[in-house]
């Protein structure tokens, strides 16, 4: 398997295995963790981390060498394929943090934009190598790296084919946290200061986000006044606000 699936706890942990490869996103990869985000997603995990074996790669990029010479429909296929497995990652009801550790190239800087969070180790290279090639983002890089970073930016990576250190990734916004040391141990930190709370409104957070992104501002409104009324209407709002009034913890059965 290209793809180890454990837990910690109650954290999910997606490893691509293909370290002598840095990791590269080849078809059984994909296929491997289209399957593991399938297993995530009928499960019980409060939140999902999903790194690269060893210490030099998150994921350098897609197998070169299995994309060579493919026919423009095949060509056209993978893509869709690949798309359709971030687009699963995506759309997890848990969140998810990616974990980057060295490079993050091509797809995989599209696998960590997938991710809900991005942790960078202070090695982490960032970058969209593909027009280096001839090439462009094919598993959604050009649209979800413009709504992270805005147009400008955006346009100026993809075009320019730069790397980006980890430095200036905190600083655009590119990951949300630099550390030091043991990264899994971080990304288990760091997804614990959510997964204590209501995984229905966590949920609902981030779908009136991710939906208002691609709406103008009117109907973003209106997404956000019909999820906040679910919310409300959940049992977790109404344990929230007894317990806020009875001055004690909440304790959230996630809906």
Known sequence: MAIRLTRIDELALVTLARPQALNALNFALLRDLDAALEQVAAGDARALLVTGAGDRAFCAGA??????????????????????????LEALAIPSIALVNGYAFGGGLELALACTFRIAAPD?????????????????????????????????????????????ALAIGLVNRIVEGDLIAAGCAFAREMTGWSLLALRLAREAVRRGLSAPLTEGLAIEADLNALARASADAAEGIAAFLEKRRPVFRDR
């Open 63 to 88: 197998d070169l060498r299995e994309l060579q010479g493919r026919p423009l429909a095949a060509a056209r296929a993978d893509a869709a394929f690949g798309q359709r497995v971030l687009d699963r």
């Open 124 to 168: 982490a290279r960032l970058g969209f190598p593909e027009i280096r090639l001839g090439l462009i983002p094919g598993y959604g890089g050009t649209q979800r790296l413009p709504r992270l970073l805005g147009p400008a930016r955006a346009l100026e990576l993809i075009l320019s084919g730069r790397t980006v250190m980890a430095e200036e």
